[in-house]
């Protein structure tokens, strides 16, 4: 993963001694949940691969049942596009960002964290990198970046400024913020970003949660914000060739490919991915506890088309992965492809669920990997 080998060597000089003893305490919050989509993007052709209605009415039952599952967190990684002004970035309709306090009531009445995120923000947003020629998404892009551009930034905080003045008063055990959905700019160029933003926030709520994702697509976690104490939030999709097998927006780069197994093994059987690798590859992330820094896996799973016997092996091992970093996790979907609800996986035997496809086995192997 991009990044990661410059990170582990900042963090080198930081005896394990210390990193084991903190280890003990644990900083890092015990969230386990799932990402609703129900604000992801206002753009039709994304939306049609995701059962949500794109409407921004989040389900009580999803809560309900999160919640009775014995989860206690969801993400709703959203597209600013739907109660911003197109004609006004700074100019935000208040009526429909009423959608979103219903989804905050909602987790406190389900006892359910929720963290709210732009997917979408102005300036950037990591669809944009996609070639709609290849993909067959079309999706509208920004014109400007957030990074370069002193308007998009301007807008990008003013979005957390509103968030912060309105949602102050909510407990931070209730709702937290997570300030773009991975960004991809160099650590440096995005650090200035996420600062604006983080002294934004601190200057209407200064104890609210923040958490960033890692750079470079979520994968790597970023030393120059260490200062501000925010969690860091990681993306396992690894290997992508595996959780990604056939998605629709990674073709045609996945069309071709084999069948992926686990451990994965390339055209001549050696093993290219397995979970003494994934181990390795993520166990950096683990040594942020010594800065101080709790992190948490805020996305991973498996898409539809990776075959069911893989998944469930692939889980249980990203799982147990996850919980040698003491981190919590959670899943790209709920409902959806790469949830435990309807996801079409074509061999997958399921249970009906109050008229939804349930994937019994795969909620088993969830319950089983959360830690008290």
Not at 146 to 160: K, M, T
Not at 287 to 314: K, S
């Amino acid at each position: 993963m991009p990044g990661l080998a410059a990170a582990a060597a900042f963090l080198d000089s930081y005896p394990a001694s210390a990193v084991q003893a903190t280890f003990a305490n644990s900083i890092n919050p015990r969230w386990y949940g799932f990402n609703l989509l129900e604000y992801f993007s206002t753009d039709p052709d994304w939306m049609k691969h995701f059962p949500y209605q794109n409407d921004g009415i989040f389900k009580e039952d999803d809560f309900r049942w999160i919640r009775d599952w014995g989860f206690n967190w969801v993400r709703l990684p959203m597209d600013y596009r739907f109660w911003t002004d197109a004609g006004d970035p700074m100019k935000i309709d208040e009526k429909k960002v009423e959608p979103i306090d219903r989804a905050i009531r909602l987790g406190e009445k389900y006892g359910v964290h929720v963290n709210i995120c732009l997917h979408r923000a102005p300036g950037y947003c990591i669809l944009d990198g996609n070639d709609d020629n290849l993909t067959g998404i079309r999706i509208a892009r920004e014109k400007n970046s957030f990074v370069r551009d002193q308007g998009p930034l301007d807008a990008f905080v003013h979005q957390w400024v509103f968030f912060a003045a309105r949602y102050k008063g909510i407990a931070n055990e209730m709702l937290s913020f997570n300030l773009v959905n991975e960004p991809i700019a160099e650590p440096r160029e995005y650090a200035r970003v996420a600062r604006a933003a983080i002294a934004g926030i601190r200057g209407k709520d200064p104890s609210r949660r923040i958490v960033t994702d890692g750079c470079k697509g979520g994968g790597a976690f970023i030393p120059e914000l260490f200062d501000t104490g925010i969690l860091q939030s990681c993306h396992d999709y690894a290997p992508f060739q595996l959780t990604h097998y056939h998605a629709e927006w990674a073709r045609p780069g996945s069309d071709g490919l084999p069948v992926p197994t686990w451990p994965l093994h390339d055209a001549q059987g050696n093993v290219i991915a397995d979970k003494h690798m994934m181990e390795e590859h993520f166990r950096p992330w683990g040594d942020l506890v010594a800065h101080g820094i709790p992190i948490h896996f805020g996305e991973m799973g498996c898409n539809r088309y990776t075959p069911t016997e893989i998944v469930h092996a692939w889980f249980n091992d990203a799982l147990d992965m996850i919980a040698g970093l003491n981190s919590g996790w959670a899943l790209w979907n709920f409902r959806g492809p790469f949830g435990i609800l309807d996801t079409n996986r074509l061999d997958t035997h399921y249970t009906d669920w109050q008229g939804h496809q349930l994937d019994a086995e795969l909620l088993r192997i969830l319950q089983t990997k959360m830690r008290a």
